[in-house]
């Protein structure tokens, strides 16, 4: 979510036939959905030196990032359950100063994407954990990214969902794709309502109606456009705004930070999503070991526009 505006991993199946293997995957995710309605709501809690996290299920450990920056992982749970479902450790947490990881002042000293790495390590200590496999989401990858710049080590896959770049170039992109996937009406709707907030207009009304415009450029299911509203409508636009600027202080960029970093990456990227595919290509060439994957008919979130084909190709890199 944005608020500012090659090793072969499926080696493992070759012994099924195309047939075979498609509908097993297909069945896994009916399988999980089903799964989802009597999966508790977390399977243990806790903080690590005030960062909240939730850990679901049980097996190889999965960190998911959500997007912002800004906020909290609430909204997470359906993919941490659908992973877990799959016989995986999955770990949500939320950024500091974010839900149930308040800060007691928020400023450029104490909101830095360093000390969201660290936050990160935290929670791998606590729960004593020696490797997992980090999936960042949007602004997730970015962050997913950082800390695998840092502790290589710890990271046993990596999955960027829709993410950022491993620079700041994207953001150009960003508000025109965003314009691609809107009605002139709702541009220009959507204009008016930035407006009234840029002269001073703090009222929930007129930022409920920008969003609810807003949101229907993430999704192309529009029955799901309320569900990414209701995120759009709480984002801490200071943490927002503060991440941004450490990114911009530290000139963000990952590009070349991976020349040895051998290990399985995915990326998975909607072909109407409002992050370019041109985004995608330059992170997957960043890595020496990385498969893209192009949903087709999806936009930011895929596993609300195309769970079947999101879900299938998670699980099948995650238990490569």
């Known amino acids: 979510m944005w608020c500012r505006i090659k090793q072969n991993f499926l080696s493992q199946t070759i012994f099924l036939s195309p047939t075979t293997f498609i509908w097993n995957c297909r069945r ?11 999966t508790p709501a977390y399977a243990a809690e806790g903080l690590a030196e005030g960062i909240y996290y939730q850990s679901f299920g049980e097996g190889k450990p999965v960190l998911i990032i959500n997007g912002g920056p800004g906020l909290d992982s609430e909204g997470f749970a359906t993919v941490a359950k659908a992973v877990a479902a799959q016989g995986f450790q999955a770990i949500l947490f939320d950024q500091r100063g974010t839900g149930r990881s308040p800060l007691p002042v928020i400023d450029k000293n104490t909101v830095t994407m360093d ?9 791998r ?6 490797q997992w496999t980090i999936l960042g989401h ?4 970015m962050l997913a990214a950082h800390y695998a710049s840092q502790h290589p080590e710890q990271v046993e896959k990596l999955i960027f969902s829709s993410s950022g770049g491993l620079d700041l170039d994207f953001v150009a992109d960003i508000q025109p794709r965003i314009n691609q996937q809107l009605s002139v009406k709702q541009r220009t709707e959507m204009a008016a309502y930035q407006l009234k907030q840029s002269l001073g207009d703090s009222s929930a009304a007129t930022n409920e109606k920008r969003v609810n415009i807003l949101a229907q450029a993430y999704v192309l299911d529009k029955s799901k456009a309320p569900l990414v509203a209701a995120r759009l409508k709480v ?9 941004f600027a450490d990114m911009a202080r ?3 960029d990952h590009k070349q930070s991976f020349a040895n970093f051998a290990k399985p990456v995915l990326v998975l990227q909607g072909d109407q999503d409002i992050i370019s595919i041109h985004t995608a290509e330059k992170t997957q060439r960043s890595f020496p070991n ?11 979130y895929g596993w609300l526009d195309q769970p079947e084909q999101y879900y299938r190709l998670l699980f099948v890199f995650l238990k490569a």
Not at 28 to 38: E, G, Y
Not at 125 to 130: G, N, P
């Open 28 to 38: 896994a995710v009916a399988f999980t959905l089903l799964l989802l309605a009597v």
């Open 115 to 123: 000390l969201m790495v660290a936050d990160m390590e935290k929670i």
């Open 125 to 130: 200590k606590k729960l004593k954990l020696k």
């Open 138 to 141: 949007s602004f997730g990858g």
């Open 235 to 243: 984002v801490n636009m200071q943490l927002n705004q503060l991440v």
């Open 250 to 252: 530290i000139k963000f």
């Open 290 to 300: 990385a498969r893209l994957e192009i949903l087709k008919n999806c936009a930011h």
